[in-house]
């Protein structure tokens, strides 16, 4: 079981999300705003955050930054419309995301559905600890 964290300001495209990972028996905790994940990614450890690149108050690449940079260890993926996607540079950052996804709910299944397998590897070969 992984615990994600997904920061989106649409209900209705979190709910999509949310179902894709719960029926699957991981912990799914659900934020509307840049700061509201940053205060949960400082006082909670997750797996997997799924960041909107446009989150209200504070974009996903700044609660990236901030998450990586206090130590953070999950995997990062932000998320955004394919548009803004195209124009994206790759940061030069030290902490820039894990992962980059076309807001398309089937391809970020598929990413987040990856990154799970390799974690269920890694713990069964106890290269991480299990939550």
């Known amino acids: 079981m992984a615990k994600i964290l997904i920061a989106d300001d649409s209900p209705t495209q979190v709910a999509t999300l949310a179902n894709c990972f719960t029926g699957k028996d991981h912990q799914v905790e659900i934020v509307g705003s840049g700061l509201d994940a940053l205060e949960q990614t400082l006082a909670e450890s997750y797996d997997l955050l799924i960041l909107d690149l446009n989150l209200p108050d504070m974009s996903g690449l700044d609660v990236c930054t901030h998450?990586?940079?206090?130590g953070g260890q999950g995997?990062?993926?932000?998320?955004?419309s394919r548009?803004?996607?195209n124009s994206l540079e790759p940061p030069?950052?030290?902490?820039a995301p894990d992962l980059y996804c076309e807001k398309n709910f089937k391809a970020i299944e598929m990413r987040v559905e990856t990154f799970l397998l390799r974690l269920r590897r890694k713990q069964r070969i106890g290269l991480t600890e299990i939550k």
Request: aromatic share 12%; proline share 0%.
């Open 67 to 70: 998450y990586k940079g206090k």
């Open 75 to 80: 995997t990062v993926m932000l998320v955004t």
């Open 83 to 85: 548009d803004c996607l």
């Open 92 to 95: 030069v950052e030290a902490f």
